[in-house]
C-alpha cells in the first residue's frame, strides 16, 4: 500500500495533539515511553551524540560522509527537517520511506496509548526503536534543543561532540551564554570523550571544559588538542598524531572548515587508523547543505529573477551564524548589491542578526508561509526601521522575488532568518 506524504502529515498532527506545547523540556515522558518500548536506544552501538548552537547538522554530515568513505553503515537522526519530515530519519544511505514510517509511528502512538508527550519526544523514540532494528556501525544523533534534556539525551554515546554555541533559544535555555553552554553540556557522560569545536565565547567553552572535569570525561579541544585551517589554498588539519592536507571545499562558508575539522577530530577518536585513507577519497568535497549558504542555480525563484541577479539561501537565525553569513557574502569575488528577503519566527531578534551585515542594499520583510510561530511582515519591518537601511514588508516570497527583479535587477538575493522558511523554499522551487 502506497503511502502519500499528506497521509503522513496526517499522522504527525495526531502526534501533535498529544501534548499542549510543542516544546516542555522534561526526559521523564520520553524514558517512560522507551520502558514500554523495551528500550531501543540500549540496543544502539557507537552512538555519537551532537550538539551545538550552529554547525551541529553540518558537522553530522561530515562525519557522515568521512564514515562511509571507510565503508561503514551509519544511521543519522536530525532535526529539524527541511523539506519532508523523513528527512529526520536516515537509515543507511536512506531516508525513510512513507510505508515504514507510517508503520512505525503508528506502532509507537498505540504503545504510548495517548500519555502525555511532545512532538520531538514520541518521534525521538520512533527513532531509537528504528535504529535499533537497522543495524548500524555508528549512529549520529542531532540534538533538537539544548542538550542536557534533549530527547535524545537518553543513552550513553561513543563520544559527545559540541559544535560552536552562540545565544539562542534563550526562552528556553537561558539569558546568558554560561546558561545555554550548561544545558549543551549537558550531552557530556562520565568517563565518554567529548570533542569540542570552535568557539566564539571563552565564557561557553570555560563551562564545557568544567562540566567534562567534572564527570572525568576526556576532552578533544579546538586550537589546543586539534587544529585546522587554510594554507596555500590546501586545508591542513593536525592534531598530536595526524597532520592532513585536503582539498579546500566547494561549498560557501569559510565557517565549514571548522565543521569539517571538528567531523575529523571526532572521528579520529574512534577510528583513528582510517582517517587518513578515507580523507584521501575527497567525499567531503561532494557533500550538499541545503539551506546552509545555498547557491540557489535553478528552478522557479531564480527564473523570476534577472538573468543578472544571483539568489542565495540559508536558513540562519542568529547573530553568531550571521555573522559568519555575512564573512562569507564578502568574501566572494563578484561584489554586487545585497538585498535581504527576511522572515524570523518570534522568538529571535532581528535587529541583533541583521546587525551582522554589511553593506545591505535593502530589505523585503516576509510572513514565513505555514508556520504559526512567524513575525508578520509588517511587524519584522516595524522591528527594523531603526536600523538605517530601507526595508519594506511585502505580501509574499513571490512578490518580494519580483519587486527586485524590477528595482535591483543585478544584486545579490539573500533569503534568510529561519529553517522554516528555507524549508519553503526549497519545498516550493
Request: charged residues 25%; glycine residues 4%.
Amino acid at each position: 500500500m502506497t503511502i502519500t506524504d499528506l497521509q503522513i502529515e496526517e499522522q504527525l498532527n495526531q502526534l501533535l495533539e498529544l501534548h499542549p506545547k510543542r516544546i516542555d523540556l522534561s526526559l521523564d515522558r520520553i524514558q517512560s515511553l522507551l520502558t514500554k518500548l523495551e528500550n531501543p536506544q540500549n540496543k544502539i552501538k557507537n552512538i555519537i551524540h551532537i550538539a551545538g548552537t550552529n554547525g551541529k547538522f553540518s558537522t553530522l554530515k561530515f562525519i557522515q560522509v568521512i564514515l562511509q568513505a571507510m565503508n561503514k553503515v551509519t544511521n543519522a537522526y536530525i532535526s529539524p527537517h527541511l523539506v519532508r519530515f523523513n528527512e529526520r530519519f536516515e537509515l543507511g544511505t536512506n531516508t525513510i520511506s512513507n510505508e515504514d514510517l507510517s508503520l512505525l509511528l503508528n506502532e509507537v502512538k498505540d504503545v504510548n496509548n495517548d500519555k502525555p508527550i511532545t512532538f520531538f519526544e514520541i518521534t525521538s523514540a520512533c527513532f531509537f526503536l528504528a535504529a535499533a532494528r537497522n543495524i548500524a556501525d555508528y549512529t549520529l544523533l542531532e540534538v533538537g534543543l539544548g542538550g542536557r534534556l534533549d530527547s535524545s539525551n537518553v543513552m550513553l554515546p561513543r563520544i559527545s561532540v559540541i559544535s560552536s554555541i552562540s545565544n539562542d533559544h534563550n526562552d528556553f535555555l537561558g539569558d546568558t551564554i554560561e546558561k545555554i553552554a550548561f544545558e549543551k553540556a549537558g550531552i557530556i557522560k562520565p568517563n565518554v570523550p567529548v570533542i569540542i569545536g570552535r568557539q566564539p565565547f571563552s565564557d561557553a567553552l570555560e563551562v564545557l571544559v568544567e562540566q567534562a572535569s567534572q564527570l572525568d570525561a576526556p576532552t578533544f579541544i579546538y586550537k589546543k588538542n586539534w587544529n585546522i585551517e587554510l594554507k596555500n589554498n590546501k586545508i591542513c588539519y593536525s592534531d598530536n598524531n595526524n597532520e592532513i592536507l585536503l582539498e579546500p571545499l566547494k561549498i560557501h562558508g569559510d565557517f565549514q572548515i571548522y565543521n569539517l575539522g571538528l567531523a575529523i577530530a571526532s572521528i579520529t577518536q574512534i577510528e583513528a587508523a582510517k582517517v587518513d585513507t578515507a580523507l584521501k577519497k575527497n567525499s567531503h568535497l561532494d557533500l550538499i547543505l541545503p539551506g546552509r549558504v545555498q547557491h540557489i542555480k535553478d528552478g522557479k525563484y531564480l527564473d523570476m529573477l534577472s538573468v543578472d541577479n544571483e539568489l542565495f539561501l540559508d536558513g540562519s537565525h542568529n547573530t553568531d551564524a550571521a555573522f559568519q553569513l555575512n564573512k562569507t557574502l564578502q568574501n566572494l569575488t563578484d561584489k554586487k548589491d545585497l538585498i535581504i528577503i527576511l522572515g524570523m519566527i518570534n522568538t529571535k531578534d532581528p535587529e541583533s542578526y541583521i546587525e551582522q551585515f554589511d553593506n545591505i542594499k535593502e530589505i523585503k520583510t516576509i510572513t514565513i508561509p505555514n508556520e504559526e510561530s512567524t513575525i508578520p511582515a509588517g511587524t519584522l519591518s516595524t522591528k527594523l526601521k531603526d536600523t538605517g537601511i530601507n526595508v519594506s514588508p511585502a505580501d509574499s516570497l513571490d512578490t518580494a522575488i519580483e519587486s527586485i527583479r524590477k528595482e535591483h535587477p543585478t544584486a545579490r538575493v539573500l533569503i534568510c532568518g529561519s529553517l522554516y522558511l528555507a524549508g519553503q523554499v526549497l519545498k516550493n522551487n
